[in-house]
T-cell receptor, first 111, second 113 residues
């Protein structure tokens, strides 16, 4: 089966850098995605890693290491509006366009 | 206008009632999904569809049914609602072979009393 593990909560200070980890157990997958969800809102796509390495999109970066079964989302220059839940997701190779989501990490940014 | 819409946005109903949640999209995507989210938890896949003639069960399909009336419309039904189906329900769409990215609707908050 497939499973993704994330820390349940992370707290950081405005202006700081925070890393949200995602470790997974899956036999094979096409890529690792990250989604952001504010309280009461819908998940929105943030980033995607098809290959190992770092992908940068503005203040957000995402990293994947298939050999270590590990990925992370890096948020820089934290802003209060970054307080939200962050989910990693994979599309297993046997799943035909289904995504398996982690349980999410709630990020609280403090002043 | 939003690309993925869901109706209703909020619904309170009683145990045993039949409920239909509707999803429409203007993105032209062929793939559509229904998810359930419980407080503090991730997204669980209920059903998904790759085109009008293709319907597939997800992880938690028991107690739910779906209908893909057109490429743009995908409805979720609870034939006889029960309290543990109280949750936030999201519809999502995706398109193109080269991408996994899903686009979510605003969600429907369902309460079953």
């Amino acid at each position: 089966g497939q499973s993704l593990e994330q820390p349940s909560e992370v707290t950081a200070v405005e202006g700081a850098i925070v890393q949200i980890n995602c470790t997974y157990q899956t036999s094979g997958f096409y890529g690792l995605s990250w989604y952001q969800q504010h309280d009461g809102g819908a998940p929105t796509f943030l980033s995607y890693n098809a290959l190992d390495g770092l992908e940068e999109t503005g203040r957000f970066s995402s990293f994947l290491s298939r050999s270590d079964s590990y990925g992370y989302l890096l948020l820089q220059e934290l802003q209060m509006k970054d307080s939200a839940s962050y989910f990693c997701a994979v599309r297993p190779m046997d799943s035909s366009y289904k995504l398996i989501f982690g349980s999410g990490t709630r990020l609280l940014v403090r002043p | 206008d939003a690309d993925v819409t869901q109706t209703p946005r909020n619904r309170i109903t009683k145990t045993g009632k039949r409920i239909m949640l509707e999803c429409s999209q203007t993105k032209g995507h062929d793939r559509m999904y229904w998810y359930r989210q419980d407080p503090g938890l991730g997204l669980q896949l209920i059903y998904y569809s790759f085109d009008v003639k293709d319907i597939n069960k997800g992880e938690i399909s028991d107690g739910y049914s779906v209908s893909r009336q057109a490429q743009a419309k995908f409805s979720l039904s609870l034939e006889s609602a029960i309290p543990n189906q109280t949750a936030l329900y999201f519809c999502a769409t995706a398109g193109g072979r080269a991408t996994d990215t899903q686009y979510f609707g605003p969600g429907t908050r369902l309460t079953v009393l």
